[in-house]
């Protein structure tokens, strides 16, 4: 078993639909947790980042953490075609001194205008 | 990509030869990383630095060496490529000052093609 589970998708959505993406984990030591988003043949970059159970807004984002399930989400209110993207779960425990982070595989969003 | 870039970006080589991937960063963090992409795996680690002339191992470092001689520069070589090793290779930077060393900042990538 993987230490983070991610359904790969492709998940296909009509624009403006409310999108939820999941991650579920093994490991309770983690202890931040991160969403990237992947446009096709660029690299990760950091979309949200909590570290604490509940709920993180930024703007159409919104980030879900239950530690008790070992479950996180990612809603996309309204989505737009420019969402178009996979998107990477990540998460970190402490390592000999640094964050040691884990990635789930990705699920590929499209966003049909 | 937060001043992080990777040379070549393309690279096609045969079987047995000796590859090297830079990664250059003008961002001063501390540690650097070194991942590999492939269907099915996602982002796999596959070494580490944690300061000038300090790297360890990841979970997929068999096959290649890395090396660090100066803050900016994390090179990854591949001493004897095989067709196991095609695949997209990214560098990864964390830990400036007053930072997080888990959030990570991504270059754009290398696509290495092993024939």
């Known amino acids: 078993q993987k230490e983070v589970e991610q359904d790969p998708g492709p998940l296909s959505v009509p624009e403006g639909a409310i999108v939820s993406l999941n991650c579920t984990y093994s490991n309770s030591a983690f202890q931040y947790f991160m969403w990237y988003r992947q446009y096709s043949r660029k690299g990760p970059e950091l979309l949200m980042y909590?570290?604490?159970?509940g709920n993180k807004e930024d703007g159409r984002f919104t980030a879900q953490v239950d530690k008790s399930s070992k479950y996180i989400s990612l809603f996309i209110r309204d989505s737009q075609p420019s969402d178009s993207a996979t998107y990477l779960c990540a998460m970190s425990l402490n390592s000999g001194g640094y964050q040691k982070v884990t990635f789930g595989i990705g699920t590929k969003l499209q966003v049909i205008p | 990509d937060a001043g992080i870039t990777q040379s070549p970006r393309h690279k096609v080589t045969e079987t047995g030869t000796p590859v090297t991937l830079r990664c250059h960063q003008t961002?001063?963090?501390?540690?650097m990383y070194w991942y590999r992409q492939d269907p099915g795996h996602g982002l796999r680690l596959i070494h580490y630095s944690y300061g000038v002339k300090d790297t360890d191992k990841g979970e997929v470092s068999d096959g290649y060496s890395v090396s660090r001689s100066k803050t900016e520069d994390f090179l990854l070589t591949l001493e004897s490529a095989t067709s196991s090793q095609t695949s997209v290779y990214f560098c990864?930077?964390?830990?400036?000052?007053?930072?997080?060393?888990?959030?990570?900042?991504f270059g754009p990538g290398t696509r290495l093609t092993v024939l």
């Open positions: 961002e001063n963090h501390r540690y």
């Open positions: 909590t570290y604490s159970s």
């Open positions: 990864a930077i964390s830990g400036q000052a007053g930072g997080l060393t888990n959030e990570q900042f």
